[in-house]
């Protein structure tokens, strides 16, 4: 499986992370096959069950990770990223969040602990504290982006 190359902590930027840049999250993209989307939810109405149901329809093998939910478009829901990468049947490529930035940290903690490759924070979620975890433990970073829209880019370019 190919594997997008671990970044560097801090850069020229003055950002205190390195995140994925575009050509990177397009390598991503094209080569990711599991995405646990964390606080997916079931109601029609959230973006979260928007951006997994393109996940889903863009080809992606994707699983609902939210305690409070059972079931987020046909695809049953677990509680923990160890629950999502047994359920994936294999590495978690990206980890989804749909979280508020203050409870992203743990989120960050729990995907290194799986060996995720992405920690993947969506639009409008942002903790720099979670992406230096992530980045620390080996993980690709990007913040404050939508993988629904990131897809939608890919695949026009």
Request: net charge negative.
């Given at each position: 499986m190919n594997r997008v190359p671990p970044m560097n902590t801090g850069?020229?930027?003055?950002?205190?992370?390195?995140?994925?840049d575009d050509a990177r999250i397009v390598e991503l993209l094209r080569t990711a096959q599991r995405i646990a989307v964390v606080g997916a939810s079931s109601n029609p109405a959230r973006?979260?069950?928007?951006?997994?149901?393109a996940l889903v329809r863009a080809g992606y093998k994707?699983?609902?990770?939210?305690?409070?939910?059972?079931?987020?478009?046909?695809?049953?829901?677990?509680?923990?990223?160890?629950?999502?990468?047994?359920?994936?049947?294999?590495?978690?490529?990206?980890?989804d969040v749909f979280r508020r930035p203050?409870?992203?940290?743990?989120?960050a903690r729990e995907?290194?602990?799986?060996?995720?490759?992405?920690?993947?924070?969506?639009?409008?979620?942002?903790?720099?504290?979670?992406?230096r975890i992530a980045a620390e433990g080996g993980l690709a970073v990007v913040m404050n982006?939508?993988?629904?829209?990131?897809?939608r880019r890919v695949g026009s370019g």
């Open positions: 850069d020229s930027s003055g950002q205190p992370v390195s995140l994925l973006p979260s069950n928007g951006v997994f149901r994707c699983v609902p990770v939210n305690p409070n939910e059972n079931v987020v478009e046909g695809v049953a829901a677990v509680t923990t990223l160890a629950e999502a990468e047994i359920a994936l049947g294999g590495r978690i490529d990206i980890v203050e409870l992203t940290e743990g989120i995907a290194v602990a799986v060996g995720a490759r992405t920690l993947w924070l969506q639009l409008g979620v942002v903790n720099w504290e979670a992406a982006r939508c993988t629904a829209i990131e897809i």
